[in-house]
């Protein structure tokens, strides 16, 4: 087994995952992003929009780094709880 093997090998199919469609909870991610470019910063709404993202970004990347298919899928999830804890941290300051 190669190491891009290794790293991109679906361990349930076989097949090289490097990307997948988005799942819910990265759909939802993709939607308050959006979001964001509408809801004027500092409003009740703001807040809202980056709590529902930040909390579907936090279900996306527990979901990837426990359930992942392969090395690479976790590491992005591992990736995911970095940008989470920073979000967390910058909300706490």
Do not use: K
């Not at 679906?10 to 995952?17: K, S």
């Not at 959006?34 to 993202?53: H, T, Y």
């Not at 780094?65 to 709880?81: I, K």
């Amino acid at each position: 087994m190669t190491p891009f093997d290794w790293w991109f090998r679906n361990r349930r199919t076989g097949a090289i995952t490097i990307g997948q469609s988005p799942n819910l909870p990265m759909g939802v991610v993709l939607a308050a992003i959006g979001a964001r470019w509408i809801v004027a910063s500092g409003s009740d709404a703001r807040v809202v929009v980056d709590g529902v993202g930040t909390a579907a970004l936090a279900w996306w990347a527990l979901d990837e780094v426990v359930r992942g298919v392969n090395p690479w899928r976790r590491c992005l999830g591992a990736g995911g709880c970095v940008l989470v804890a920073a979000r967390l941290t910058a909300l706490l300051r």
